[in-house]
């Protein structure tokens, strides 16, 4: 497949795609999130891949959704077209995602990688919602997911003042999980990667759903559903296969089955 906005790579059970806009710093027009969709489809139905990994060039992750594209738009054109139904794709994929982060995560950027599992960043990152200096609001899930990782004073300020967040306050407020050195960012995201590979996809993709349940619905709902989920996952092969590996001390070989 001829991909324009993207580069797809495979490597050791990992998917890694790459925003690939560099003249307009990754702004994500409709075909890049097109694209990002099709590829996404792609890993999510190949069975060698378990964990997949997005991420930008050294200067920008993504810096907002593409505003050329947008500014001529009037509100009967969006609104029938639903338009960022086709971005909302990304949050509802099942296997887990990681985003690697360099320079500018602005915007749609910043709301791209908060639709990650977890986000990796490198020291020169810049998180912002910097929507309001364009009289618009964050259309991506930005008010709720940025609140939801850093809470409400942080996310207040930064919405309302355009402020950007750099990579250690990022961390220490929870947004991303980990900071490292440009030159070591996306090996380090990439071995994260593969370590999640390794593991039963059967077991990773029911962490991911139950740790996601936890911003849906009430401690107890969300505890019930965790419970269950335990249990059922004692009808699988690698629930054996771990637990006597580990007996027999070996390392697993899972099969997702
Ligand atoms: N959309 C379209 N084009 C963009 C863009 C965007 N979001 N961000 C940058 N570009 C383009 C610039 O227009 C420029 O193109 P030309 O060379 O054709 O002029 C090119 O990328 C390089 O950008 P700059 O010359 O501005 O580079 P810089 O290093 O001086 O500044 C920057 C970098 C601070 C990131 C600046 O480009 C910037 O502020 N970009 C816009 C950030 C923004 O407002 N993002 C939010 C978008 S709205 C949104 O995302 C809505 C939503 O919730 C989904």
Same mark, same amino acid.
């Given at each position: ?10 490597? $050791? ?6 925003? $690939? ?5 990754? *702004? ?8 990002? $969709? ?21 200067? *920008? ?15 009967? $054109? ?74 409400? *004073? ?44 390794? /593991? ?7 962490? /991911? ?49």
């Amino acid at each position: 497949m001829q991909w324009d906005t993207i580069l797809l790579e495979k490597r $050791n059970g990992v998917g890694l795609i790459t925003l $690939n806009r560099p003249k307009s710093l990754n *702004a994500l027009n409709t075909q890049l999130i097109s694209e990002m $969709n099709q590829a996404l489809d792609q890993l999510e139905t190949d069975p060698e891949i378990g964990c997949i990994v997005l991420t930008g060039s050294e200067k *920008a992750f993504a810096a907002g959704a593409d505003i050329k594209e947008m500014v001529e738009l009037s509100f009967p $054109n969006i609104y029938f077209d639903d338009f960022f139904t086709l971005a909302d794709r990304i949050a509802q994929r099942r296997k887990p995602l990681i985003a690697a982060v360099s320079g500018y995560a602005l915007g749609g950027g910043c709301e791209l990688a908060l639709m990650c599992d977890f986000i990796y960043c490198a020291e020169n990152a810049k998180f912002a919602l910097p929507e309001v200096t364009l009289g618009v609001l964050p259309g991506i899930g930005g008010t709720q997911r940025l609140t939801l990782a850093v809470g409400k *004073a942080k996310a207040m300020e930064m919405c309302l003042t355009a402020r950007q967040m750099g990579a250690q306050e990022a961390e220490k407020s929870g947004l991303v999980a980990r900071v490292f050195s440009q030159q070591e960012l996306l090996e380090q995201t990439l071995q994260a990667a593969e370590k999640i590979a390794e /593991k039963s996809l059967i077991s990773v993709m029911m962490i /991911k759903e139950s740790i996601n349940r936890a911003f849906e619905v009430s401690l107890a709902e969300g505890l019930r559903f965790e419970r269950r989920t335990f249990h059922s996952v004692f009808a699988t092969l690698d629930q054996k296969e771990g637990m006597r590996a580990f007996i027999e001390k070996r390392p697993a070989k899972f099969t997702n089955r």
